[in-house]
């Protein structure tokens, strides 16, 4: 098992900068694959961004690329997601998975956390 715990939503202006973080623990963490995710109000939950277990390759969304970026530090367990110019469209519930693969598909994560909200506001 590995469990997962994100921080660092809240509310914001347009414009601004926002850091999350998703702590892990339970199984190697270096091991998996980790992603973000968001889900919006009445929205399915979409891909944001993902990166491999070494931190050597990134995927994003193209509605994020550019503005966000993510990164992991094994030492300390923890993948980060650094939002930049956030738009009102960003505002959704963002949760942090784990897979084996690195991968868009949030049908092939195997853990998940219990999200953390962001607001932008416009």
């Known amino acids: 098992q590995v469990q997962l715990v994100e921080s660092g939503g809240g509310l914001v202006q347009a414009g601004g900068s926002l850091r999350l973080s998703c702590a892990a623990s339970?199984?190697?963490?270096?091991?998996?694959?980790m992603g973000w995710f968001r889900q919006g109000v009445g929205k399915e939950r979409e891909f944001v961004a993902a990166?491999?277990?070494?931190?050597?390759?990134?995927y994003y969304a193209d509605s994020v690329k550019g503005r966000f970026t993510i990164s992991r530090d094994n030492a300390n367990n923890t993948v980060y997601l650094q939002m930049n110019s956030l738009k009102p469209e960003d505002t959704a519930v963002y949760y942090c998975?784990?897979?084996?693969?690195?991968?868009?598909?949030?049908?092939?994560?195997?853990?998940w956390g219990k999200g953390t909200l962001v607001t932008v506001s416009s």
């Open positions: 990166i491999s277990w070494g931190g050597s390759s990134t």
């Open positions: 998975a784990a897979s084996r693969t690195l991968t868009r598909q949030p049908q092939v994560m195997h853990y």
């Open positions: 339970g199984r190697t963490f270096s091991n998996y694959a």
